[in-house]
């Protein structure tokens, strides 16, 4: 198998690019500052990159499905290659600055402790409900 030069590389510059449009910024914008306060946004980054390649051939005069043909191809083979990625930009909270004071202040994922609520009422209905229909021995 013959993998010529004309294949795509993700080369530095575009990981460098990929790179620089996830980020706290693409979520919140630039830190702001008003008066003596500062605020400062921080986030959590998620990427994932892949790449693939494979390739193959085929006998001289065979097409797809196997079955020969009169005419011959030139050389049987093939080959692909293809990359992917993704990310996201999860925000956390923010640094505030305030003097000389500094502070974290979380952000609360309200999705998550609404689910979490949902769950323990379902645990507390399935507990009661079996308690009260067990029978004594």
Known sequence: MDMDSKDVELDENSLKEILG??????????????????????????IGLGSGRGGGGRGKGEDKGGVKSSEGDDSGECSMNGYGGG??????????????T???????DVTKIAFAGIALVAWAIY????CCTCEED
């Open 21 to 46: 449009n996830l980020g706290v910024s693409s979520v919140f914008g630039d830190p702001v500052k008003r008066g003596d306060i500062s605020i400062i946004p921080v986030a959590e980054m998620k």
């Open 87 to 100: 990310g996201k930009v999860i925000p956390k909270g923010f640094i505030k600055f305030k003097g000389d």
């Open 102 to 108: 500094v502070s974290y202040e979380p952000i609360l």
């Open 127 to 130: 507990w009661i409900t079996r």
